[in-house]
């Protein structure tokens, strides 16, 4: 039995605290908040868990084997730190830092404890996208062309990071996690249509090794909830709806072929279209954030590492979100991540 405590009860909090209380495998022993009415709302629904306004109270609970850490972005390097320091282990709410160097810091500070440290990359245990990755990986769908993703909404708005922070870690560990790779390099835009200091949306083109253009557009400021991605291979093209229950991934049998018929006066070659049936594969329904949390259990319980959502991983995102950020900075110049 794994003992929890979670640190910030406000967005994510008290889902994490639902998951972890109806494991079998773990108990949620602690939950802190600075706002006393959510701590009651908590306590009303789980009247086993003890509450408190100090999140060092958890930090110092000799029964508390892990912490999951879900505060504002800008306190989850300086938390993380803190509790890997007193012994525990961490699942992080993305992105794991705002800075790299601080991701790498936190990697070695949890090899030198020997304690688990996982980032909540929760889209890597949606099983759409594992069934997504599996096209990719085993070449159903043929030679990745390019990608693109949106993830939209009216709000919700924050107030400690822009869209781009907010929304894309999401979309940048998922075309990591599909491509098995990292950007090489991006190119950016961003824009402040409510008047504040942060970006409502932002268009990334990312580019990933071997030619692949991945686009992502994300936004607090749209007339629909959308989180789509379409991936077009050489062979097949697939597109996923994550709010579409029914049937969230449509694998079209689609592509296009090069013929050697020549002109006289117009071009080399003919493109052709082929196309034909639509698969809607049975994906199957899971709760990606139940899936991530018994993650998190199984790696402590089997002193494991949590390669799918490391430290490694989190920082490969917080590095990509850096260069797209100084990329808009800049006006949408392109910006070269070196590894």
């Not at 991006?186 to 268009?203: E, I």
């Not at 196309?275 to 949390?293: D, H, S, Y």
């Not at 920082?315 to 070269?336: D, F």
Request: a neutral charge; hydrophobic letters at 40%.
């Amino acid at each position: 039995m794994v003992n929890i405590g979670v640190i910030g009860c406000g967005h994510w909090g008290p889902n994490h605290i639902r998951v972890f209380s109806q494991s079998l495998n773990s108990k949620v022993v602690m939950c802190a908040d600075l706002d006393q009415k959510r701590l009651t709302s908590i306590q009303a629904l789980f009247p086993s868990i003890k509450t408190t306004t100090d999140y060092k109270a958890i930090l110092n609970h000799p029964d508390i084997d892990a912490v999951v850490i879900s505060v504002p972005t800008n306190m989850h390097y300086s938390f993380a730190k803190e509790a890997l320091e007193h012994g525990k282990h961490v699942l992080c709410e993305k992105p794991l830092a705002l800075i790299p160097q601080e991701c790498l810091a936190l990697k070695e500070l949890a090899l030198k404890q020997k304690k688990v440290l996982m980032v909540g990359h929760i889209f890597v245990f949606n099983a759409g996208i594992v069934k997504l990755r599996e096209y990719i990986q085993t070449g159903e769908i043929g030679k990745v062309q390019y990608a693109h993703s949106e993830r939209t909404n009216l709000g919700p708005f924050r107030y400690d990071v822009n869209a781009l922070w907010d929304l894309a870690p999401h979309d940048i560990s998922i075309f990591n996690y599909m491509l098995n790779a990292c950007p090489v390099g991006v190119s950016a835009r961003g824009q402040k249509c409510l008047g504040s200091n942060l970006d409502d949306l932002c268009f990334a083109t990312i580019e990933y090794p071997n030619n692949i253009l991945v686009n992502v557009h994300v936004s607090w400021l749209d007339p629909k909830k959308v989180r789509q991605i379409t991936i077009v291979g050489d062979k097949k093209m697939l597109a996923w709806d994550d709010l579409d229950n029914v049937g969230p991934i449509k694998l079209y049998d689609k592509h296009v072929e090069k013929t050697s018929v020549y002109y006289e006066t117009y071009g080399e070659f003919q493109l052709l279209s082929r196309e034909g049936n639509i698969t809607i594969p049975n994906v199957g329904f899971n709760e990606p954030l139940k899936a991530q949390g018994k993650f998190f259990i199984d790696c402590i319980e089997g002193n494991a590492a949590p390669d799918v959502a490391d430290a490694q991983k989190g920082y490969e995102v917080v590095k990509t979100l850096c260069a797209i950020q100084e990329s808009v900075e800049k006006k949408g110049a392109p910006v070269a991540i070196a590894w």
